[in-house]
């Protein structure tokens, strides 16, 4: 079962939420774009990669839980930046909530998903050369995909339930009825690697590289990999 929080949200956490996600990379991107908002409804459901998001997303927007705003990826940054402020000021009315993954599979998931990008490249070079040297490559593997920082401010989370990958249809459902959706299973994006195998991708070192780059995020979800 993913995890409950219900506290109410300071102007400092606010400030930092909004300065957090408007934050500008090399690339001309903001992590405004994998919220999906209705303002109406006042739900808000942030789209962390390789989390099965894609098919949460999309069944959002079925149910007209989308206002498109900061998922347009061609809207400009000053109407996404003004809609923004708008919802975060009023933070608390709406209800928030992410899936989030256990680290040591979304890397393996992520790898996997960007592999044309990668030229053939095997896990072991995906580690060493992007993950732990920040490549030029898009997404860049850092704080985009760092789950701790995406979730919390000065380690209090900053959605009221973060639904687990692992626990995916179940968390699912919780969420749906609290928003009064029907629950669908629209499966989408699904990797076609063999899940069976994943231990076999890790040595202690990669293990130690990923543990290093996200101790933050494996310390407070505990993570576990059994080598």
């Given amino acids: 079962m993913g995890v409950l929080v219900s506290e109410k949200t300071s102007e400092i956490i606010k400030k930092n939420i909004f300065e957090k996600f408007c934050k500008i990379d090399k ?8 919220f999906v908002v209705s303002e109406e409804k006042k739900t808000l459901y942030f789209h962390i990669a390789k989390t099965g998001g894609s098919s949460i997303t999309h069944l959002l927007q079925r149910n007209g839980l989308n206002d498109n705003i900061l998922t347009n990826k061609n809207g400009s940054f000053e109407s996404k930046k003004k809609y923004f ?3 975060v000021e009023n933070w608390d009315d709406y ?3 992410t899936f ?16 044309q990008l990668l030229s053939g490249l095997s896990f072991e070079k995906f580690v060493k050369n992007h993950l732990q040297k920040r490549s030029s490559l898009y997404p860049l593997y850092d704080y985009w995909i760092d789950q ?4 919390t401010v ?3 989370s900053i959605f009221d339930f973060v639904g687990y990958f692992e626990n995916y249809e179940d968390d699912l459902k919780f969420v749906c009825h609290n928003i009064g959706i029907k629950y669908e299973d629209i499966r989408s994006n699904l990797g076609s690697y063999d899940r069976s195998k994943k231990s076999s991708y890790y040595t202690p ?17 505990k993570w576990e990999l059994n080598l």
């Fill in 85 to 87: 402020k708008r919802l």
């Fill in 205 to 221: 070192e990669l293990k130690l590289i990923v543990d290093t780059k996200f101790s933050k995020e494996v310390e407070y979800f």
């Fill in 95 to 97: 209800y928030k909530f």
């Fill in 148 to 151: 701790h920082f995406l979730t």
């Fill in 27 to 34: 690339r001309n991107r903001t992590l405004m774009t994998p």
């Fill in 100 to 115: 989030i993954r256990n680290k040591y599979d979304q890397l393996i998931s992520l790898y996997n998903y960007d592999r």
């Fill in 154 to 156: 000065n380690d209090k």
